[in-house]
C-alpha cells in the first residue's frame, strides 16, 4: 500500500499546454510539499502545505498552482507549459510542522515538455 | 532561508572502503539534519536525521553521521561500502519550527567492485 502516491508517472506534453500532477497520502499526515528536480539532480522546495494551507511559496512562477482539497491531497497545475519546465516533481508529506519529521516522498513525475 | 552545502558532487570508493560525504549547513541557530537517499528512477527515502540529543546518529544499511556545531557541519559515514550503495546522497536542513526542507546539491556514491 504506497504511502505517497503521484500519478501520471511520466507525462510527456507540447509547449503551452496546461496539465496537472495528482499527488495522495496515506499516511495522516498533515504537511505536504512539492519538489521539482532538475536535470542536475538538484531538489528545489517549490510549495509547502500544512492542513491545507499555503505555508511556503518559494518565488515559483504563478503558471503552477497547487490546490489541496484535503490533507491527504496536494495537486499541481500547471498552465502554458515551458521547455524549462521539464524536470522531475516530487510530492512528500511529513506528519508534523516544526521541521522535526522526516518527509516521506512519492515516486517521480518525470515530466517532459516538447 | 538555510543554505546547504555538499562538498563533492561526485564521489568514487572501492567496495569495503570508508564512504564519507560531506554536508555543511550555513544558520548560525542549528537546524534539523537529514540525509536523504535516492536510487536510480525511485523517490527520496531517509537514511537518518539528528534534532536533538546524541550528536552520533545511527541510520538505516550500516550509515551514521555526526553533528558538530562548531563546524556546522553533519558528514555522513559507513565503514565499509558495499556495491548496493551506489546511489545519490542528499543532505537536508529544515529551521526548527518551520514547514520547510532544504536540499543540498546531492552527493553520486559510486562503488568500485
Known amino acids: 500500500d504506497t504511502a505517497v502516491s503521484q500519478t501520471p508517472k511520466y507525462l510527456v506534453t507540447q509547449m503551452g499546454n496546461d496539465k496537472s500532477i495528482k499527488c495522495e497520502q496515506n499516511?495522516?499526515?498533515?504537511?505536504m510539499y512539492w519538489y521539482k528536480q532538475d536535470s542536475k539532480k538538484f531538489l528545489k522546495i517549490m510549495f509547502s502545505?500544512?492542513?491545507?494551507?499555503?505555508?511556503i511559496n518559494e518565488t515559483v512562477p504563478n503558471r503552477f498552482s497547487p490546490k489541496s482539497p484535503d490533507k491527504a491531497h496536494l495537486n499541481l497545475h500547471i498552465n502554458s507549459l515551458e521547455l524549462g519546465d521539464s524536470a522531475v516533481y516530487f510530492c512528500?508529506?511529513?506528519?508534523?510542522?516544526?521541521?522535526?519529521?522526516?518527509?516521506?516522498f512519492g515516486q517521480g513525475t518525470r515530466l517532459t515538455v516538447v | 532561508a538555510q543554505s546547504v552545502t555538499q562538498l563533492g558532487s561526485h564521489v568514487s570508493v572501492s567496495e569495503g572502503a570508508l564512504v564519507l560525504l560531506r554536508c555543511n549547513y550555513s544558520?548560525?541557530?542549528?537546524?534539523?539534519l537529514f540525509w536523504y537517499v535516492q536510487y536510480p528512477n525511485q523517490g527520496l527515502q531517509l537514511l537518518l536525521k539528528?534534532?536533538?540529543?546524541?550528536?552520533l546518529v545511527k541510520g538505516i544499511n550500516g550509515f551514521e553521521a555526526e553533528f558538530k556545531k562548531s563546524e556546522t557541519s553533519f558528514h555522513l559515514t559507513k565503514p565499509s561500502a558495499h556495491m548496493s550503495d551506489a546511489a545519490e546522497y542528499f543532505c537536508?536542513?529544515?529551521?526548527?519550527?518551520?514547514?520547510?526542507?532544504?536540499f543540498g546539491t546531492g552527493t553520486r556514491l559510486t562503488v568500485i567492485p
Open positions: 539528528y534534532t536533538t540529543g546524541a550528536t
Open positions: 537536508a536542513v529544515s529551521d526548527i519550527g518551520a514547514n520547510n526542507l532544504f
Open positions: 499516511l495522516g499526515h498533515d504537511t
Open positions: 512528500a508529506s511529513s506528519q508534523e510542522g516544526g521541521g522535526r519529521a522526516e518527509a516521506f
Open positions: 502545505y500544512n492542513n491545507k494551507e499555503l505555508i
Open positions: 544558520s548560525s541557530v542549528p537546524p534539523y
